[in-house]
């Protein structure tokens, strides 16, 4: 599978600031190998000072105080990010496709951090609203993917085509679909208005994904008080 820019990116920003490997890959949740390759070419400016025949690697201490610095920095920049959506959960719509995302959407695991927005569904309806939500939030037309979810004995160029229609792209825009391998089985998704899923993931979209974060715990909470 091809490895996401960002991820690459941000293993190399994580580089700089002096973190090692061990510590990006917990990170990213990829594989050593993966970052060893993106990031071979980042100077650490590691410094060794030999004193009685022991070495001191200064870039440890170095690292592990950058290290601190950037969590914090990240945890500020996560705490405004979700104060913004928690603000903005109050609106219908806002509400709506952040819980939708939040059933629907991928999450970020404390063993597989990625706070990245990546939705998937088969209905239209919630697609356009997912859509509708991140084009109201600044989103350019740049930052968003399209790829299909389907099984493999269905026609994936029509059902490509049938999704590319709703979403108002043209079909060159999607990336190879992901093919669920068929086993025989009850299904009954089998006939011409079968589409599969699509799926719809967007680039540097941390900041936004904190914000659906925000606006989900708030629209929680606010559930919660009205039933006390």
Not at 159 to 165: K, L, P, Q, V, Y
Not at 184 to 212: E, K
Request: charged share 25%; net charge positive.
């Amino acid at each position: 599978m091809r490895a996401k820019p960002e991820s690459r990116e941000r293993a190399r920003e994580l580089r700089m600031a002096g973190a090692t490997l061990s510590e990006i890959v917990r990170e990213l949740g990829v594989a050593k190998s993966s970052v060893s390759t993106w990031v071979r070419d980042v100077p650490t400016g590691a410094v060794e000072v030999r004193l009685g025949g022991e070495v001191l690697d200064r870039m440890k201490v170095m690292s592990e105080a950058r290290w601190a610095s950037h969590e914090e920095q990240r945890s500020a920049a996560r705490k405004a990010a979700m104060a913004k959506g928690a603000v903005a959960a109050t609106d219908p719509m806002i509400a709506a496709a952040a819980i939708a995302y939040w059933c629907e959407g991928s999450k970020s695991k404390p063993w597989r951090r990625s706070e990245r927005l990546t939705f998937i569904n088969s209905d239209p309806g919630l697609i356009a609203l997912f859509l509708g939500f991140l084009r109201r939030s600044g989103v350019s037309e740049d930052q968003i993917s399209y790829r299909l979810s389907i099984h493999e004995t269905a026609d994936v160029p029509a059902a490509t085509r049938w999704w590319a229609e709703r979403v108002g792209v043209v079909p060159e825009r999607f990336a190879n679909a992901t093919l669920k391998r068929h086993v025989p089985t009850t299904r009954h998704n089998t006939d011409d208005h079968y589409h599969g899923c699509l799926i719809v993931d967007v680039r540097r979209s941390r900041q936004l994904y904190w914000f659906v974060e925000g606006a989900v715990q708030a629209v929680i909470a606010g559930v919660g008080r009205s039933v006390r």
